[in-house]
Every structure is written in structure tokens, then in C-alpha cells.
């Protein structure tokens, strides 16, 4: 998907080192070898294993500072752990922030993957089984599921997700639960099944476990939530506004205030989505980083996916040539909001705070309809 702006492999040992160095030796040798400059790292243990991936604006000086640090503290059991130190360098500190997020994906090294998890975010899932289940997640996995998010607050989300499965009747039992749908052959039952909650007899489940949908009846409904989160329906809350009119007619008042509070939680999940979907979708753009070294990089990013990584044009054609890429590339957006994998949802919130941390980066980036950026070109 991308390519490091300049890549100069260094290791301060051997490569086929077997045991742990003295943290002296490391020192001495990052201190001789290594340079002030953008660059990835890596810690390296016992069998070549990368126990550790980092970044920095200054490798070496990054580096220097682990040596410091309390022997009971984090960096120092890294550096008890480590047998040898690599470090890449790269043009800037963004190409820097990209080539750390591949290595991480590609070695999962087990300090980073212990230690850096984001733990303010969640998605909503829907997963892939006969009958889907919509669930809130601390974290994407490769499991076939659709994944949506990321959203703040856990607590609130999971509250949501209990409301778009009620209003829905989504079954939220055990994945180990068996699912018999109305059209599907049982030669061996002879007595009706009975549902194995609650849920069911408060209208709240179509209990695929009792045989009492059929499937396509069950897949119309996972269908409709998808749409919900993509922001292309409101099923859930027609639903639920429905039955919000029917028990104001019937002047059940209170189970009418029950409902209502159930649509305004959906109605701000609703908003939220939206306005998730427009921050994702603002982040389309080109995204010119000049290098440390003078050479500049354009970045083509789709919502928050980094598409492109090429060298900036030299000439006012190569400019036209880029331009027309670009704009071929990000015509592609959709409206709507994408199901996210684990690769992209970690991408995604790498580049929306990058820039919500340096908003004056934004003014380096460009979108087709704008006014060219200013940009000095040999004729």
C-alpha cells in the first residue's frame, strides 16, 4: 500500500546473535552507528524475534533514552530482552508513523501488541454466522464479520447495540447456540422447540433458536441493521416509532416514555454515525510531506487509507500527470459509511490523529474542485 521515503537497514549486532548483549554494548554501539533522523525501530530477541517496533523524529536519540530508564520499568525489560537494535530511516516523521504501523501489522511484536491498545475506541459488529449477531467491540478481527466504527464511549455504544437488536429482534445468545430456521428440513424433531430466553415472548428476538422465522426473514433484518450503520436507513427507528404511536393510542403512557428514550439513544447513535462518516470521508485528499533530506513525498489518501505513496513531481507535467491520479482515485468515495478490517480500522485512526493533532498539516493537502496548491515547478 505504501513504501517508506528512504529505507537504510542498520543493526548494531550480528544478525544471527543468540543471546542478549550487555545494555553497555547496545549503548556503545547505537551511540557509534546511529543518526538524528526520522527512522522505524526495532527491538530484536531470542530466535530473531521483534519483541518491540517504534518510531521517532530522532532514531538516536530515541534509542539513547531506553538506557536510562529503570530496570523495572517497560523500556528497561525491552532492553534486558534484546539481543540486537535495527532501525530503518525515512524521510519524515509521517512516512516514519506508516512504516511502523506495517511492521507492527506484519511482525506483531509482543511488547506493542500488550501495550498499545487503545482502550477509548470500540466498533459495532456483525458477525458472519448463520444468524447474525450485532455485538460492540473493543477491537476489529480477521473473522468474517462486518465491522463498523471506530466510536467513543464503550458504555453508550453497547447501549445502542442492545437497542438496534431489540428494535430489529436480533438474537444476542452465545455463538454456540443452535440456530433452526422455520424453512430449514428437520426430519428428526417432533415436538416444537421452545426459545431458550426471554426475549422472544417480549417481542424482542425472532428466535432463530425455536425455528420460528426463517432465514430469509432473520437475513432482512441483519440486512436492515446494516443499512442503519451505513447510514442508508432508519429501520431500527421506524420501528420503534411505531410501536411509540401504538402505545400512546392504547394511553400507555409509560411504556410510550420507555420507547421514546429508547429512539432518542438511537437518534444520537444515528448523529454520531453521521458525523463519523463525515470525518472519515473528509480525510480524502493528496498530502505533500516534504523530506529531511529535501525530497518531498505525496501521499494519496482515500478516508484515512493511505492508497498511494509517489515521490513529488520534478516537472509541471509530472504535476498534470499527478493530479490526474489523484483525481481518478478519490472520485472512487462513496457516501456512506464502510465497514472498516482490522488493517484499515488501525490506519484510519493513525491518520485522523495525525492530522487532529496538526491541523496546520492540512493546509499541505489538496482535493479535486480546489485551487491548485502553490507549488513551485521547473517549467
Not at 401504538?246 to 421514546?260: D, G, I, Q
Request: aromatic share 8%; proline share 7%; hydrophobic share 40%.
Amino acid at each position: 500500500m505504501f513504501a517508506p521515503d528512504e529505507t537504510r537497514p542498520d543493526a548494531i549486532s550480528p544478525g544471527n546473535a543468540t543471546a542478549p548483549r550487555p545494555a553497555a554494548e547496545l549503548r556503545a554501539d547505537v551511540r557509534a552507528a546511529a543518526e538524528n533522523r526520522a527512522g522505524v525501530y526495532r527491538m530484536v530477541g531470542p530466535g530473531d524475534r521483534v519483541l518491540y517496533v517504534g518510531k521517532s523524529v530522532r532514531v538516536r536519540s530515541r534509542l539513547l533514552s531506553y538506557f536510562l530508564q529503570p530496570a523495572d520499568s517497560k523500556p528497561g525489560e525491552i532492553i534486558r530482552n534484546t539481543h540486537r537494535i535495527e532501525w530503518d530511516y525515512t524521510g519524515s516523521e509521517f512516512a516514519a508513523l506508516l512504516v511502523e504501523m506495517k511492521s507492527i501489522k506484519k511482525w506483531l511484536p509482543p511488547y506493542n501488541v500488550v501495550h498499545k491498545r487503545d482502550r477509548v475506541y470500540c466498533f459495532i459488529r456483525l458477525t458472519s454466522e448463520s444468524a447474525p449477531r450485532l455485538q460492540a467491540v473493543p477491537r476489529v478481527r480477521a473473522d468474517g464479520s462486518r465491522y463498523y466504527g471506530p466510536f467513543a464511549g464503550p458504555g453508550r455504544v453497547r447501549l445502542a447495540v442492545r437497542e438496534i437488536a431489540d428494535a430489529l429482534e436480533l438474537r444476542d445468545c452465545a455463538a454456540s447456540t443452535p440456530v433452526h430456521f422455520a424453512d430449514q428440513l428437520d426430519f428428526f424433531m417432533r415436538e416444537p422447540r421452545l426459545p431458550l430466553c426471554l426475549r422472544a415472548d417480549l417481542g424482542r428476538c425472532l428466535a432463530p433458536c425455536a425455528a420460528r422465522c426463517t432465514r430469509a426473514d432473520y437475513h432482512g433484518r441483519a440486512v436492515s441493521a446494516l443499512r442503519f450503520l451505513g447510514g442508508e436507513a432508519e429501520a431500527p427507528l421506524d420501528r420503534l416509532r411505531t410501536r411509540l404511536e401504538s402505545a400512546v393510542a392504547r394511553l400507555n403512557f409509560e411504556y410510550a416514555a420507555t420507547v421514546r428514550d429508547r429512539i432518542q439513544r438511537l437518534e444520537e447513535l444515528r448523529d454520531e454515525l453521521i458525523s463519523l462518516r463525515d470525518t472519515i470521508e473528509a480525510l480524502t485528499f493528496t498530502y505533500r510531506v516534504p523530506g529531511a533530506d529535501g525530497g518531498e513525498r505525496v501521499y494519496i489518501i482515500r478516508k484515512g487509507l493511505v492508497l498511494a505513496d509517489l515521490a513529488a513531481p520534478a516537472d509541471a507535467r509530472a504535476e498534470a500527470a499527478l493530479r490526474r491520479r489523484a483525481e481518478r482515485i478519490l472520485s472512487e468515495t462513496a457516501r456512506g459509511l464502510d465497514a472498516v478490517g482490522p488493517a484499515e480500522a488501525t490506519e484510519i485512526l493513525m491518520v485522523a490523529r495525525w492530522f487532529r493533532l496538526r491541523p496546520s498539516e492540512l493546509d499541505r493537502t489538496w482535493r479535486p474542485g480546489e485551487p491548485e496548491l502553490d507549488i513551485e515547478l521547473p517549467a
